[in-house]
C-alpha cells in the first residue's frame, strides 16, 4: 500500500512539476496564434523527455552518481566544461524567468507591481532551498502545481468545437495570418521548453538526494512514463484554451495576464484563483529545481560537496553558488527587462544548447564501467540516435530562424 | 596575431559593420512596415477589452483585469515607441505615421481609463450599478478606438 502511495505522489508531482513558465508561456503564445497545429511538437518534446530522464535516472541510480558528475569524469574536463557553460547559462536565463514568473503571478493576485513582488520571491525560494528537505519540497510544489489541471477543466467548460480542434491538431497548416518561420521558429520554442536541459540534471540529482537504488528504477519508470505524458497533456491544454478563446478574437498572448483569460472566461474567479496558485506553484517548483540544478552542475563539474541532503554548512559552496545564481536572475530581473521576453528566448536557447546536454546522457548510459548490465538496450539506443539528430537539427535551424523571423513576430 | 585570432576579427567587424548598417536605417511607413505594431496594439485593445467583459460579469478580479489593462497599455506604448522611429520624408508618409500614431494615442488613452476604473472596481462589486456603468463607458471606449484602428489598418492595406 505504501509503495502504491508513492507511485501516486511521484506520478502527481510528475504532472505538477512538468509545467513552468516557459511551457505556460510557449504553449499560449502558441495555442492564440497557431491554434493546435503544433501540438504534435509538444508529443515529440515529452517522448524526447521521457526519454533522456529515464536515461538519466537510471545512470544514477546504477552508479549511485549524479549524471553530470559521471558526465565530467568520462568525457573529461573539456566537454565536461562545454556542457557546463551551456546548462549553466540556460539555467540562469530559466531560474530569472520562473522568479519573474512567481512575481507576475503574484500580480494577477494582488495588483501589486510584480517588481515589488521580486525580492520576496527570491527570498522565499532561498529560504526554502536553504531550510526545506528535498522531498517535501518536491512533492508540496508538485502536488500544489497540479492546480493547472483548472486548463483542462476550463477546456470542457468552453464547450469548444472538437472537430476543429482535432482537425488543427491532426492536421497541422500555417494560417494565411502567420509565416512558416515563425511557425517552426516556435516549433523550435515548444521543443525546448518540453526538453529543458535543467529537468535532466535535476532529476538525475534528485535520484542522488533521494538515495535511488536499482531496485527503484520501476517506480521512477512510472513516474516518469505516466508523469510527463500528462504534464504534457496539461501542456497542450493550456494551448488548446488559447485557441478556443483567444485566437478567434485576433489576441496574440504577450502577457501573464492573458495567459489567464480563457480560464476566467470558463471558470469565473474560483477558477482564476485556482489557476493563480497554480502558476505561483509551478513556478515556485521551477524555481527551486533551476537553482539547485545550477548548484549541482557546478559542485559536480568542480567536486564540491554537494546535495541537500547534506547539512548547508558541509556543502557551503554548492549553497553559495546558489545564492550566487539567485541575486544573478533577480539583477536581471531589476533592470526592468520583461520577464515572459527572458522566458521566450530561454526557451529557444535551451534547444540551441540540447546536443550538449543529451549527447553525453547517452554516451554515459552506453557506459558497461558505469551502467554493468543496465546500459541502453538496442531500441532506447535507436530512439536515443532519432532524438540526438531531431536535437541537432532544432538546435541548427534556432539561430537562423530567430533572425530571420524576428524572434517570431 | 595568430591566423584564427585575425580570421576572429575580420568576423567581428563585419559584424559590427552590418550592426551598424541596420539601426541606421529606419524604416519607413507602409503597409509592410506598419503591419507588426499595428497588430500588436489591435491584439493589446481586443485583450484589455475582453478583461473588461470579463470584469463585467463578475467572472475575473479587479487585481486580474487591471493588471491585463496595465500590460496591454504597456504593448501600446512599445508600438507607439516603434512607429516614433519610423523615417517619414514624404508627406503622405508623414500623414499616415501621424493617422497611426493618433490612432495608438486614442488606444492608450482608453486602456489608461480602462485601467483607472478597474483598479477602482477593486473595493466594490462589479455587479454594482455604477460599477457597471463606468465598466460600459470604458468598455465603449475600447470599443470606438479599436473600430478606428481597424478601419485605418483597413485603408493602409494592413490585413
Known amino acids: 500500500m505504501k509503495r502504491l502511495l508513492g507511485v501516486a505522489l511521484g506520478i502527481l508531482t510528475a504532472i505538477g512539476g512538468f509545467v513552468d513558465i516557459g511551457d505556460l508561456v510557449t504553449n499560449a503564445v502558441v495555442g492564440s496564434r497557431f491554434g493546435l497545429s503544433l501540438a504534435w511538437v509538444v508529443v515529440i ?17 546504477v552508479s549511485g552518481r549524479a549524471t553530470f558528475e559521471v558526465i565530467r569524469e568520462r568525457m573529461g574536463p573539456r566537454a565536461g566544461l562545454a556542457n557546463l557553460g551551456a546548462s549553466f547559462l540556460i539555467n540562469l536565463m530559466t531560474v530569472t524567468a520562473e522568479i519573474g514568473g512567481i ?22 525560494v532561498w529560504l526554502v532551498i536553504w531550510r526545506v528537505k528535498f522531498s517535501i519540497m518536491e512533492n508540496v510544489t508538485g502536488l500544489v502545481g497540479l492546480s493547472l489541471v483548472v486548463f483542462a477543466v476550463a477546456l470542457f467548460l468552453l464547450k469548444p468545437d472538437w472537430g476543429a480542434l482535432a482537425g488543427q491538431a491532426f492536421t497541422p497548416s500555417v494560417s494565411g495570418e502567420e509565416s ?45 512514463l505516466m508523469g510527463f505524458p500528462l504534464g504534457g497533456f496539461l501542456s497542450i491544454a493550456i494551448a488548446a484554451c488559447a485557441a478556443v478563446v483567444l485566437l478567434p478574437a485576433g489576441i496574440s498572448v504577450t502577457t501573464l495576464s492573458e495567459v489567464v483569460l480563457p480560464v476566467a472566461q470558463a471558470g469565473g474567479q474560483l477558477a482564476l484563483a485556482v489557476l493563480i496558485l497554480g502558476i505561483v506553484a509551478a513556478t515556485f517548483g521551477a524555481a527551486l529545481e533551476t537553482t539547485l540544478s545550477s548548484g549541482y552542475t557546478l559542485a559536480q563539474f568542480f567536486g564540491w560537496p554537494w546535495g541537500k541532503f547534506r547539512r548547508p554548512a558541509a556543502a557551503s559552496r554548492f549553497h553559495v553558488a546558489m545564492m550566487v545564481v539567485l541575486l544573478a536572475g533577480v539583477a536581471v530581473l531589476a533592470t526592468g527587462v520583461d520577464p515572459i521576453l527572458v522566458t521566450e528566448y530561454s526557451v529557444v536557447f535551451s534547444a540551441i544548447a540540447l546536443p550538449l546536454t543529451y549527447l553525453p546522457i547517452l554516451i554515459v548510459a552506453n557506459d558497461p564501467q558505469y551502467m554493468g548490465k543496465h546500459v541502453n538496450g538496442r531500441a532506447v539506443n535507436v530512439a536515443g540516435l532519432v532524438y540526438l539528430v531531431i536535437i541537432l537539427v532544432a538546435s541548427l535551424a534556432a539561430i537562423p530562424l530567430m533572425i530571420a523571423t524576428g524572434a517570431g513576430a | 596575431m595568430s591566423k584564427s585570432s585575425r580570421s576572429l576579427a575580420v568576423v567581428l567587424a563585419l559584424l559590427a559593420v552590418i550592426a551598424g548598417l541596420v539601426s541606421g536605417c529606419s524604416p519607413r511607413p507602409s503597409a509592410d512596415t506598419l ?81 483607472d476604473v478597474l483598479t477602482a472596481s477593486s473595493g466594490e462589486p462589479a455587479a454594482s450599478s455604477d460599477g457597471q456603468a463606468r465598466l460600459a463607458t470604458v468598455q465603449a471606449e475600447l470599443r470606438t478606438a479599436t473600430d478606428q484602428l481597424d478601419s485605418l489598418m483597413t485603408k493602409a492595406g494592413i490585413q
Open chain 2, 35 to 115: 503591419e507588426g505594431p499595428a497588430k500588436e496594439v489591435s491584439s493589446a485593445v481586443r485583450a484589455a477589452s475582453l478583461a473588461v467583459d470579463l470584469r463585467m460579469t463578475d467572472s475575473t478580479t479587479a487585481s486580474a483585469a487591471s493588471t491585463a489593462a496595465d500590460d496591454m497599455l504597456g504593448e501600446v506604448e512599445a508600438a507607439t515607441d516603434k512607429i516614433h522611429g519610423f523615417d517619414a520624408p514624404t508627406q503622405e508618409e508623414r500623414t499616415l505615421r501621424n493617422d497611426v500614431l493618433a490612432s495608438f494615442s486614442a488606444i492608450s488613452r482608453a486602456l489608461l481609463h480602462a485601467r
Open chain 1, 45 to 61: 518534446g515529452v517522448l524526447g523527455i521521457c526519454l533522456f530522464a529515464n536515461m538519466s535516472g537510471r545512470v544514477a541510480a
Open chain 1, 103 to 124: 512575481a507576475l503571478a503574484l500580480q494577477l493576485a494582488s495588483g501589486v507591481s510584480y517588481m515589488l513582488w521580486v525580492p520576496f520571491a527570491l527570498l522565499a
Open chain 1, 180 to 224: 512558416v518561420g515563425a511557425y517552426w521558429y516556435y516549433a523550435i520554442a515548444l521543443f525546448g521548453a518540453a526538453m529543458t536541459p535543467y529537468e535532466v540534471f535535476f532529476f538525475s540529482s534528485g535520484a542522488v538526494e533521494e538515495g535511488w537504488k536499482v531496485k527503484d528504477l520501476v517506480q521512477s519508470r512510472i513516474n516518469v
